[in-house]
């Protein structure tokens, strides 16, 4: 079946420092990748998304880009802040309906 | 995109109590699910409302437990009955259609049972 996989966490990064978080996943099909941010005391909302393979999905100066062959969805920004505090969580979803989820990454920035 | 209120934010409850948990979409929607969200663990899909019909559950989910209700396209419920300490977590609703493949979530309600 389809799942997810991403870096396990906590992750601590100084201000302007460069992110990476990890996820690899596992589809049948031909999946549409996602990350989905949660800040404290909300519910999680969209950050970026790509359709297809090669596509590079970015916001906010988060990209990620959507590798086939790796089977990856890697989540980078060059230079974080710390409003950028927050859990990150990978997704996927073969059919626009049913969504699986990394167990998330938390991330703390610390000025 | 769409906004969904969701409520009770929070709740404590008593073992063997039922709580009920609303969520309200700002505008008319496909698809309404409910994750359960527990600490260091992935979401999990507990089920898929569906207007008019019954909800569908995913393995590991019962009606019973958990009945949901989905009276319109805007609204839904979901009751986690018989509370156990096992049940503390965070439900979140969610819902899509207002943007193909975006799910946009309510801010979840935490529920800790003593």
């Known amino acids: 079946g389809d799942s997810v996989t991403q870096m396990e966490g906590p992750v601590t990064l100084s201000e302007e420092a460069f992110l990476t978080i990890n996820c690899t996943y596992t589809?049948?099909?031909?999946?549409?990748l996602f990350w989905y941010v949660q800040y404290p005391g909300e519910g999680l909302q969209l950050l970026l998304k790509?359709?297809?393979?090669?596509d590079k999905g970015s916001n906010k100066g988060f990209e990620a880009t959507y590798r086939k062959e790796t089977t990856s969805f890697h989540l980078e920004k060059g230079s974080v802040q710390v409003s950028d505090s927050a859990v990150y969580f990978c997704?996927?979803?073969?059919?626009?309906?049913?969504?699986?989820f990394g167990t998330g990454t938390s991330l703390t920035v610390i000025p | 995109s769409a906004v969904i209120s969701q409520k009770p934010s929070r709740d404590i409850c008593q073992r063997g109590t039922s709580l009920t948990i609303q969520c309200q979409v700002d505008s008319q929607v496909t698809m309404m699910f409910w994750y359960r969200q527990q600490p260091g663990q992935s979401l999990t899909l507990i089920a898929t409302?569906?207007?008019?019909?019954?909800?569908?559950?995913e393995s590991g989910f019962v009606i019973d437990k958990f009945p949901i209700s989905r009276p319109n396209l805007t609204f839904s419920t979901l009751t986690v009955s018989n509370l156990s300490p096992e049940d503390s977590s965070i439900y979140l609703c969610?819902?899509?259609?207002?943007?193909?493949?975006?799910?946009?979530f309510g801010a979840g309600s935490r529920l800790t049972v003593l």
């Open positions: 997704a996927l979803s073969e059919t626009g309906n049913q969504f699986y």
């Open positions: 969610s819902a899509s259609g207002t943007a193909p493949w975006v799910l946009t």
């Open positions: 589809a049948t099909g031909y999946p549409s």
């Open positions: 409302a569906n207007q008019g019909s019954e909800a569908t559950y």
């Open positions: 790509a359709t297809k393979a090669d």
